[in-house]
């Protein structure tokens, strides 16, 4: 039983000028100086208390946290909200579902943001487990893909992470399997390298060989 697990935002679909868009806003809201984008996009994968908790110690991170998500809904529903699809992204689910593999999303978005963009790009019932914020402990813990092998019955050995943060790559390694970075995300490939993240795909159409199980062969004395 071959799985593959997904993040979302920086992997399957550019959202970063949503989220930035959203987070200057609820600062604005609550009378904070705004992040920087660049900081914004480094906390991209955490859950939003997480989140709120790095880019601002002293503030009140639920309530914060709650303002994002009105802030984004608004956008939403002013139709302002536009997560696109990285190039190549429905090729490689193609060639990774006829290669046998089972596909599933772990992710700092909450259960009705992801069923969205997915149903949007056509795409929800491509996976077959989806983890989200709403039911788990914010990245890198590893109970998302802990839950995702349960929910399908793969083993750690056959189990893949694909992500673009280094919170991908260390809760993949907090869980026992395989971690897969890509290029095209929101943090640099060098530092998922540092965290010894197992390869670095550079374009989407890279991730079916490099997800490929190590071949075992045994030797004879």
């Known amino acids: 039983m071959k799985l593959a697990i997904f993040d979302c935002d920086g992997t399957l679909v550019d959202s970063q000028a949503n989220i930035c868009t959203a987070m200057e806003a609820c600062f604005g809201e609550a009378g904070l100086i705004a992040p920087t984008r660049a900081d914004i996009r480094r906390i991209v994968g955490l859950s939003l208390p997480q989140a709120m ?3 601002a110690p002293e503030a009140d991170h639920d309530a914060l946290a709650d303002a994002y998500k009105a802030c984004f809904q608004r956008m939403r529903a002013d139709g302002l909200v536009e997560e696109q699809l990285y190039d190549g992204i429905p090729e490689v689910l193609d060639a990774m579902e006829a290669d046998g593999w089972l596909l599933g999303v772990a992710t700092g978005k909450s259960d009705r943001g992801l069923r969205l963009v ?3 790009h056509g795409l929800f019932q491509r996976f077959v487990t989806l983890q989200t914020a709403d039911r788990h402990p914010s990245k890198p813990h590893p109970s998302m893909i802990e839950a995702a092998m349960a929910d399908v019955g793969a083993e750690p050995a056959t189990t893949v992470m694909i992500g673009d943060t280094s919170y991908d790559i260390i809760m ?3 869980a026992g399997v395989r ?5 095209w995300g929101y943090h640099d490939p060098a530092e998922l390298v540092a965290e010894q993240a197992d390869a670095v795909a550079l374009h989407p159409s890279d ?3 490099l997800c490929a199980p190590p071949v075992c062969m045994n030797q004879s004395a």
């Open 118 to 120: 997915l149903e949007h």
């Open 179 to 183: 971690a897969i970075g890509v290029a």
């Open 53 to 55: 908790q790095v880019l």
């Open 207 to 209: 991730l079916p060989a």
């Open 172 to 174: 993949a390694h907090n």
